[in-house]
Each structure stands twice: as C-alpha cells, then as structure tokens.
C-alpha cells in the first residue's frame, strides 16, 4: 500500500458477479500516476450464492506500521521515460504456463522483464490441476465471487496501462493459495514470494483491513465516513490510491491479487517513469515491493518492509496456516 500526495477524485462502480468461494486482502501501493483515466465498469450477470457474498466482517492489518506520508513522486524535468527490456505485445503474447523452474514441476518463478507471459486460462487450468486445501475458511466468499471492473494500473506510464490494465479482469476462483498461484503465474513473478507478500500484508485473511485514516476527504473517495480504513484485500490493495480498486478488492480475493500483481508488473517492466530519478529501472523485483508499500523507491520505509517480507519467505510462514 502506499500514500499518493494528491488524492484521486474519483471512485469507480463496479458489477459484482458471485461464484461459489472466496480469497484474501490486500495492501495498495503508490504512484504520482502519469494521468490515469477515470476507471470504467463493464455490465455483467448476477449470480448470487446463499453461500457466498462480500465482506462484511473486517479485521485490523496485524503488525505493518505504515507510513502516513510519501514521496512526491513526481517526474523531474530531467527524467527520462525508461526504455524497457521489450514492448507491451511481447509481454504479453505467450499461451504456454509457465513451469520452468528448475527441479521443481509446476513451480512459477519470476519472468525477466521481457519475458513472455501466460494467459490466465491457462494458468487457471494449471493451478486448479493440483489439490489445494483451504486454511482460510473466512476466505470462502471472497474467493468464490468475481467482479467486472475495469481500472487503469495507478502510476503505470500509458504504454503499460494499454498493456497491462485490460488484463485485470480477477477471472479466477479457488482456495487463497490457488488464487495466490494463478496471480503469480498470470503476471510471471516468483510464487513463494507472492506467499510471503500476502503473510506480511493480511496474514492471508480477506477480512484484514489496513491504514485507518482520520482524513474525511480521503474517507469521500471511497463513499466511507472517517475514520475508514483505506487498504484491503490479500495484498491491501489502497483504494485511495488505486482508483475504482473499492469495493472491488474487499469482494473479490482474485481481483485484488490480480490487480496489484498487475501494479508490480509494470513496475518490474520500468513503466514507472515518476520513478526514475529516483534509481528505478527495469528487473528489480524487491525494489518494486517495496514501493508497493512505501511509494518510494527504495527509501526506509521500503527496505523495512522488504525485510520483513524476506523474513516471512525464509520461515515460509504460511505453512503454519490451518494447522
């Protein structure tokens, strides 16, 4: 999640369509984004399920001391748009799920900048193929239900909202873990990683909620009253900053996986042009998390951060969950 100087003015509708199952929350990162568009919602069928339906239960975010402030995160005159390591098309051109890891069947390691990136239909086919428990049963209608909403990717230069954003589509249904995976395949980043990311944002719970705001203008932006917490979701995506992300992140597990991982992606692509006076290039993953959370490139609050969620890989923390 990150802090944005200036704001959002506007919050976008969104069609809710349930499934049958539910995922996590979510943290929201930052950018002084290069004028992103008012987002704009798809029509779509309803299908509600006695079973499943929208958050209505929420949690505090349990250890992450988030800052308050951030960067102004604008471009200065000397910075220059980063040439990425390959087009948008590219980027996104590959049918093939991506199993290449080495000695490990399956496992979804992160694609070079560049690199080639699988449908969702067919990391969707994958990761439903193998058996996956659920241990977040409060996840359940989250994880089963999917919206149509449509948003640009907050801070993205336009050549990756044009590339990236139509792919947020939040298509996907399954276990918290199996949601975690289909995002990590569809947008070619490193699964245990994404694991950790989601045990440091929400501990892998959909009812987690994150930075509480006092500031009744911030509260408007999401139809809330203040105090409102800002951020939701596996990996507190922060409907403040992520224009039209709310409620969308709070109902569907899937759509705000696939939305920040979407974020990241442009942001591991150098698609951040704001950034670049301040160090950022293409092929720096760690950094790009950090941003996620802090909304600088690799200021204090980021390398805090970072450690924290290097330290959550390490002990592999989830595999504690549900036992």
């Not at 604008?74 to 049918?95: E, L």
């Amino acid at each position: 999640m990150t802090v944005l100087p200036a704001l959002r003015m506007m919050v976008a509708g969104l069609v809710l369509v349930s499934a049958c199952s539910g995922s996590s929350s979510s943290s929201s990162s930052s950018s002084s984004s290069s004028s992103a568009s008012q987002a704009t919602t798809a029509q779509s069928t309803i299908t509600p399920s006695p079973s499943t339906g929208p958050v209505t239960t929420l949690e505090t975010a349990p250890s992450l001391d988030r800052p308050t402030t951030r960067g102004t995160g604008t471009t200065s005159a000397s910075a220059t748009t980063p040439d990425p390591a390959t087009t948008p098309d590219t980027a996104t051109s590959s049918t093939t799920p991506l199993t290449t890891a080495e000695g490990v069947d399956g496992y979804y390691a992160t694609v070079s900048p560049g690199g080639r990136l699988p449908t969702e239909q067919a990391c969707a086919a994958e990761v439903l193929a193998q058996a996956s428990n659920e241990v977040r049963t409060v996840n359940d209608g989250p994880n089963h239900t999917t919206v149509d909403v449509r948003v640009d990717i907050d801070g993205a230069d336009e050549r990756w909202n044009e590339a990236f954003a139509p792919r947020v589509t939040g298509n996907f249904q399954g276990t918290t873990e199996q949601i975690l995976r289909w995002g990590a395949c569809k947008w070619g980043f490193d699964e245990d990683i994404t694991r950790a990311r989601a045990v440091t944002e929400s501990s892998w719970r959909m009812t987690t909620k994150g930075d509480t705001t006092d500031d009744s203008a911030a509260c408007d932006l999401l139809g809330l009253s203040a105090p409102c917490a800002q951020s939701y979701g596996l990996l507190q995506v922060k409907g403040t900053v992520h224009e039209g992300t709310y409620p969308a992140s709070t109902r569907s597990s899937a759509f705000g996986v696939d939305y920040a991982m979407a974020w990241l992606r442009s942001c591991y692509e150098g698609g951040f042009s704001w950034l670049v006076e301040f160090g950022h290039a293409a092929g720096d993953e760690w950094g790009c998390v950090g941003t996620w959370f802090s909304g600088n490139w690799w200021d204090q609050e980021a390398k805090d951060y970072v450690d924290e969620v290097r330290r959550n890989l390490d002990d592999r923390a989830w595999d504690d969950y549900g036992s």
